[in-house]
Every structure is written in structure tokens, then in C-alpha cells.
């Protein structure tokens, strides 16, 4: 594998009971109570409209984000709508046909291409011909990061240069430094699965999480490190070094999520996220408090990534928690699911 460590200076500048409960205590939601997914007040009217086959209030949406350089939210209704045109994409071909050059419009479209390219077994020969669609979205707006996102993703899928990877980095960080999205898409060319390693994953997820923002979501980047690394495979082996870039992380994102409310949306991914490493790590007590900071918004990212059930790999974590918090002592016929490698992991 060739070496990176170039490219990321570059990149840098109660009783217990075996049997599940239905219903947790008062401060965790009913297992009935608890939503994958749900949008979110500004996200659901468009939903509900292109299920009906309109176009209006997503295209409003996209453009109020685009208007008050609401990036972060911008990237995130982005990728629900994407998510709803797999399967349902009238909606998208009228705004098109009514608006071939809206701005909106080209970034849904050069995405859901994306996206399904990535499903193709030819999937870099078909993501190099969507270049141009990425192009447009990128031009059609030079102040948006977000298509400089979907540009860096489809790097990582064309196996790209490291010179070219660089050079949309740079593009994304001058429109947003901080950009969650971007990091994220850095984060996995970096990774162990494609061109870089585990160290140096987290190298660059420590580096960007100490230069951001109070209440930065970029604060989260190291806990994707840890999840890259926990979820190698059941065979997989952590050094003690490892183990402590894992704890740190954890840490770090604890901290962060002590700074929004309870039950708020916004971070719901990002707690799932930690409640996943702790609960991977054994860290019974603190993963229940996340659970019930999470509230009822289960997120399918990251349980699908270890189950075609999320919403049932959710419940059965936050269950886990709950009984390993009440009844320390291992369960009969229960695996220890309390270091990485393990079930969860």
C-alpha cells in the first residue's frame, strides 16, 4: 500500500433478567416509541411531497440551506431526499424538466448518480463518467462545499491520485473549514479499507477534531476512527495503543454530546455512533447514558453497517446496556460483548 503520510499534511494543514424487556425505564422510550430515522420538522413536509410526487418544498428547502449557508444541514437533507429518490425518483425528473439548471436540482442528481454507482460491480468505470454531473453541481454554486463532498467520495471510488484527492480538499476547506461532510469523506480515503492505515486515520481525525469548533460535529471524527477499526472483523486484534485512541475518542465524543440537549436530532447519529464504540467497549454505564440522550432517534448508520436489522441491532444494544448496568455479573449463554471484536464490533 503506498504510504500517505504525505497526503495527510497535505489533508491537515432493578432485578436482572435474561429475558428482553418490552419497555424500558422511564428515562429510555418504549421500544414502540423509538424512530429510525425520523426526519426532522424541516425534512418531513418534503418527504411527504415528493411522495405525492412534488418537488416544491424539497427544492425550497435545498435553496434556504443554500441561501443561509446552512452547509451542514444542506449535506444532511441532501442525503435523506437522495435516500428516498432511490426508489422514488418522479419527483426529482419533473424538478429537473422544470429546472435543468437549478442549483438544487444538479446536487440531488449528480448524488443519487453517485449512489448508485457505488451499488454497481462496475463501480469505478461508472463513476468515472459522472464527472461532469459532479462538475455541474460544484459550478453551479461556488460557494457550496457539499458537491466538493460528493467530488471526494467519488475520488475514493475512481481510485484517484493522491495529487488529485488533494486538490478537491482544498477546494472543499476554502468554501468550509470545518465541514463535517468533507472530513468524513477524507477520514475514509484515509482509512485502513482504502488507501491509509489505521494510525493514520486517526492521526488525521485527532488533528481536525482539536482545530474545530466549539460543538463541532468534526469533534466526532476520531469516534469514526475508532468504528473503522472496531468493525474489521470478529478475528481482529487491537494493541493497547489502540485500545486507548479508542477510549480517547469515546471520551471526546462524550463530551461533545453533554454540549446539545437531550433528545435532539441533530447529534441523534453521532450518539448512536458512541453508543456503539462504548458499548463495543464494554463501557456499560456510559453507553446507557447515551441512550438516553439519544432518546427515540435510533439512526440506521452505524447498526446497518453490522446488521440488516438497525432498528433491532439499536434496541438490542440499548437492552444490553440496560441489563449490564443493572446486573454486572456475565449472563448464562451471553457472550461478552464488552471489548472490540466483539459482537457488536
Request: net charge negative; proline share 7%; glycine share 6%.
Amino acid at each position: 500500500m503506498v504510504c500517505t503520510m504525505a497526503i495527510l499534511r497535505s489533508l491537515l494543514r432493578a432485578a436482572c433478567t435474561i429475558r428482553r424487556p418490552s419497555q424500558g425505564p422511564a428515562t429510555l422510550p418504549a421500544d414502540d416509541e423509538v424512530l429510525l430515522d425520523a426526519p426532522d420538522e424541516r425534512l418531513s413536509p418534503a418527504l411527504v411531497a415528493a411522495a405525492l410526487g412534488e418537488y416544491g418544498p424539497a427544492a425550497k428547502l435545498l435553496a434556504t440551506t443554500r441561501d443561509g449557508a446552512e452547509w451542514e444541514n444542506r449535506d444532511r437533507y441532501l442525503g435523506r431526499l437522495v435516500t428516498f429518490a432511490r426508489n422514488r425518483d418522479g419527483w426529482l425528473t419533473d424538478w429537473l424538466a422544470a429546472a435543468p439548471h437549478d442549483p438544487d436540482a444538479l446536487l440531488v442528481k449528480a448524488e443519487l448518480a453517485v449512489r448508485r454507482a457505488w451499488e454497481s460491480p462496475a463501480r469505478a468505470e461508472q463513476l468515472r463518467e459522472l464527472g461532469p454531473l459532479i462538475t455541474a453541481a460544484a459550478e453551479s454554486d461556488p460557494r457550496d462545499p457539499v458537491p466538493w463532498r460528493l467530488a471526494l467520495d467519488h475520488a475514493r471510488g475512481t481510485h484517484a491520485t493522491h495529487t488529485t484527492f488533494e486538490a478537491l480538499w482544498e477546494q472543499a476547506i476554502q468554501r468550509s473549514s470545518h465541514h463535517y461532510g468533507c472530513h468524513v469523506a477524507a477520514l475514509r480515503y484515509l482509512s485502513a479499507a482504502w488507501y491509509g492505515s489505521h494510525r493514520e486515520c486517526f492521526d488525521f481525525a485527532e488533528r481536525a477534531a482539536e482545530d474545530s469548533l466549539p460543538s463541532s460535529l468534526v469533534q466526532a471524527l476520531p469516534l469514526r476512527a475508532a468504528f473503522a477499526l472496531l468493525i474489521e472483523g470478529p478475528g481482529a486484534r487491537t494493541t493497547s495503543v489502540q485500545e486507548e485512541r479508542i477510549d480517547a475518542a469515546a471520551d471526546l465524543a462524550i463530551a461533545l454530546s453533554a454540549s446539545f440537549e437531550p433528545g435532539d436530532p441533530w447529534p441523534g447519529e453521532v450518539r448512536n455512533l458512541l453508543a456503539f464504540v462504548l458499548v463495543s467497549r464494554g463501557r456499560w454505564d456510559e453507553a446507557l447514558e447515551q441512550f438516553r440522550q439519544i432518546g427515540p432517534h435510533a439512526a440506521s448508520f452505524p447498526w446497518s453497517s453490522v446488521s440488516d436489522d438497525p432498528l433491532g441491532r439499536f434496541l438490542e444494544a440499548r437492552d444490553d446496556a440496560r441489563l449490564r448496568t443493572a446486573c454486572p455479573t456475565p449472563f448464562p449463554g451471553r457472550a461478552d460483548r464488552g471489548r472490540a471484536g466483539g459482537h457488536y464490533a
